[in-house]
């Protein structure tokens, strides 16, 4: 789940739902849900926002007295680029949050009376002292968020709750300011407007967008719209559908999206709340040895490692047991895919499928509401469906994403039954006698592919210790960007004992930090991977003596940790996931934009924000970047050459059932956002089960309530932005084919290359349209055909 961003919510900023719901909490850029897996992965909110990442980051002026007084004793309101992590505690949380409120109320009252009497605002007098505002918020709120994702606790969760109301009413105070809203339209419509970068333009024109979709309008009695070209919001904004119904807003409109943005924030808490609980509450003790027959050493050793934390079974060891099993990936991955007991893998599936979906943690009644909210919001801004008010920040429309579906659902199909047909008659030569269940599919597939390809994901995990990894993935940085990234702990407070913090350097100078949190911490951390912005560049909060405010990022990651005196011995999934992260911080810390608010991953349109993520994964398989970590974590012994041959040779092993996947729950998610009515007879599971006839080979069970932990677009920023994992994958695999065509042993052609996709993917960030960055790096539009290629999905006459 980037965690792209929009933590303020703010009106919707980083990666990345369409437009950013005021009512969100921090929305990191995430990872997609893992398409091997027989059911979605705890909590996959790698998420960011096109709104979230338009504002965040300092303060404004002098701050009053009260607040002057809460910094001094509060560590949640430091100034610092680096939170005291370890210092802030639930405590701080309200009296923190509600004394900065009241003092940045008392600057925007300022900023607007001092915009509304300039005859001719300019950027200096409106965008920069919005940004301390917004970047002041943006700060404390999102340690506040990161901390709940990370460090959850029920005291935590209280304060979150009783001080949330209240950052949301602030957040919608902005969203909906009538006077920005005249200063902006002001420096578009002025004689300084051509004295504008182009950064600065772009993000003029997409704050008087964001300010419409955040519900400006609705202030304006009798306010008229009219249709088409010529209308309010055509003519304005140049946003919105072309068939919106003309509607004079009243006063209460405003009132009643202001209640709306408020309860889908308290329902995205909730429901965030509710699978994590979902999660935790699963907890499987073995006891005989017979039942985990097939399950591999490491898996053993985690479950009984993780046995040993609970009371009675402190002596748990991973040859004797007992072992425990929870829905925590790194311990219900390998129960999927190696244990021959079928009764523990169904247990464990039906677990999965179902969690956060009965009892107390229902999550049913809040789906129901929110996509009601939602579909209520669209009609109050003008737009036919919440899938419109998403597309409006976005690089496709409804028509050219679900467009792009249906063409990679066409390519995959025929493939994903080709894979059920090679597994199925696979487990029939293995004697298997009865049909095979939805639990099943992935444990046979796993022993076909080692039967296949002689690979066994445990062969891999020795070559991939943590360390080794994060050597070759920061080799990989300075070969491609220019960069060196050196460990920096110690220098800077962390919130747990595994947290890394390092250093990037360019020139020799620094560049940015980031923390990395890599383990699994079922009992506290959230599901899922994500990347988020601590602070942003920025010129305006230079120290002295520098250009700009160096940014910081945090990578927050779920891979199996440490056993024993061993280190982590990663999958080659935990590989990737990482490097995806990497991606994702590096367009955040690599950033040439100097203006806040479109630098890094502000700014970028939520459906092109994973191309840097996906493009990081392709260097896996590259064997120069391989070999500079694939090394045994014992005897420094490089991961033999049949491995890698296998490796490769499994790339595009069941990508047919890989792909329909993922695009099973994009199009799911528009089908809910664009065309389902809720309370209407039809419950979202049937309209689920209806989507899978045309996207499913083997039909979901009609128990799957997956839905109620689909925390991308309840809990996240992809509300009918799921999509956009692979409109930008099409994206990313045309950016690696032109290392691909130049060639890469070729060093020289890759660090130019390297260099070119720095300086304008990663460089330009929010700044510049994302088709014109990706023109100036390849030279022309998009190609769907690399990532067919890659997937092995080319259709051939």
């Known amino acids: 789940m980037v965690n792209l961003v929009m933590r303020l919510a703010v009106r919707s900023v980083l990666k990345r739902v369409a437009p950013f719901d005021t009512t969100r909490l921090l929305t990191p850029l995430v990872r997609p849900i893992n398409p091997r897996s027989a059911a979605p992965c705890s909590s996959f909110t790698r998420i960011r926002h096109r709104h979230s990442k338009s504002r965040q980051c300092v303060a404004m002026a002098a701050p009053s007295h009260a607040a002057a007084g809460a910094t001094l004793t509060n560590p949640l309101l430091t100034d610092s680029p680096f939170p005291a992590y370890a210092d802030v505690k639930a405590e701080h949380v309200v009296p923190g949050i509600s004394a900065l409120l009241a003092d940045l109320h008392a600057q925007l009252d300022a900023l607007e009376r001092s915009i509304s009497e300039q005859s001719e605002p300019t950027w200096a007098t409106v965008v920069e002292p919005l940004e301390r505002i917004v970047d002041k918020i943006s700060r404390a709120w999102g340690t506040v968020s990161h901390l709940k994702a990370v460090r959850d606790t029920p005291e935590l969760r209280k304060a979150v709750e009783e001080v949330q109301p209240e950052r949301v009413k602030f957040s919608l105070r ?77 006063g209460p409109a405003k009132e009643r999206y202001n209640e709306i943005q408020q309860k889908l924030s308290s329902l995205a808490t909730s429901f965030s709340n509710n699978v994590l609980d979902g999660t935790k509450r699963f907890k499987r003790v073995v006891t005989s040895k017979e039942e985990v027959d097939g399950l591999p050493e490491s898996a053993l050793a985690l479950a009984a490692q993780q046995a040993s934390k609970e009371e009675g079974l402190e002596g748990a060891t991973p040859e004797d047991g007992p072992w425990l099993f929870t829905l925590d990936f790194p311990l219900y991955a390998p129960v999927m895919a190696h244990a021959k007991s079928r009764s523990l893998r169904e247990e464990v599936y039906r677990a999965s499928i179902t969690r956060a979906s009965a009892g107390d943690i229902d999550n049913t009644p809040i789906i129901e509401e929110v996509l009601a909210l939602r579909q209520e919001k669209a009609k109050l801004l003008g737009f036919s469906s919440f899938a419109e008010v998403s597309m409006a920040s976005k690089m496709a429309t409804l028509q050219t994403a679900e467009d792009l579906l249906e063409q990679l659902r066409g390519a995959s199909f025929e493939a994903a039954k080709r894979d059920l047909e090679d597994v199925q008659a696979f487990a029939a030569e293995q004697g298997v006698t009865e049909p095979l269940k939805q639990w099943d599919v992935g444990f046979w597939a796993e022993r076909l592919k080692e039967a296949k390809y002689a690979l066994e994901e445990e062969q891999l995990r020795p070559y991939f210790s943590l360390p080794f990894v994060l050597e070759g993935l920061f080799g990989l940085a300075s070969r491609l960007f220019d960069v060196e990234i050196v460990p920096a702990d110690g220098q800077a407070p962390v919130w747990h004992e595994d947290v890394r913090f390092f250093m990037v350097k360019k020139g020799g100078r620094p560049k940015a930090y980031f923390y990395l949190d890599p383990y699994s911490r079922p009992a506290e951390k959230r599901g899922g991977a994500w990347m988020d912005e601590v602070c942003g560049q920025s010129r305006l909060f230079a120290a002295e003596g520098d250009s700009v405010r160096l940014p910081v990022a945090h990578m927050v990651c779920n891979q199996t940790p440490p056993v024993g005196a061993k280190p982590s011995l990663m999958t080659f999934r935990e590989v990737e996931t990482l490097f995806h992260e990497f991606g994702h911080a590096a367009q955040h810390m690599l950033t040439e934009q100097e203006e806040g608010l479109v630098a890094g991953i502000r700014n970028v349109e939520w459906d092109s924000v994973e191309l840097p993520s996906q493009f990081m994964e392709n260097w896996c398989y590259d064997r120069k970047t391989l070999y500079s970590f694939a090394r045994h974590h014992e005897t420094g012994e490089p991961l033999p050459e049949e491995l890698y041959e296998r490796l490769l040779a499994a790339r595009t092993y069941r990508s047919g059932s890989m792909t329909l996947r993922q695009v099973h729950f994009a199009m799911v998610d528009l089908e809910l956002h664009a065309r389902f009515k809720p309370g209407q007879g039809e419950s979202v599971f049937e309209r689920d089960q209806a989507v899978a006839k045309r996207t499913a080979v083997m039909p979901p069970l009609k128990e799957d309530r997956f839905l109620c932990s689909f925390s991308h677009i309840f809990a996240g920023g992809y509300s009918a932005g799921y999509y956009s994992y692979k409109w930008a994958e099409v994206l990313s695999a045309d950016a690696f084919a032109a290392f691909e065509e130049a060639g890469l042993e070729d060093e020289a052609a890759v660090a130019e290359i390297g260099h070119r996709f720095a300086a304008t993917v990663l460089a330009l960030g929010g700044g510049r349209a994302p088709e014109l960055v990706f023109q100036d790096f390849r030279g022309r539009g998009p190609s769907v055909e690399p990532l067919l290629r890659h997937s092995n999905l080319v259709v051939t006459a």
């Open 174 to 250: 902005l969203s909906q300011s009538k006077p920005l809203y005249d200063a902006f339209l002001a420096l578009k419509e002025g004689p300084g407007w051509t004295q504008l970068s182009e950064a600065q333009q772009r993000l003029v024109e997409c704050e008087l967008r964001d300010f419409k979709l955040g519900g400006v309008g609705l202030e304006v009695s009798e306010r008229r719209l009219r249709l088409r070209g010529s209308g309010f919001w055509r003519q304005e904004l140049a946003v919105g559908p072309t068939s919106m119904v003309a509607l004079p807003l009243q």
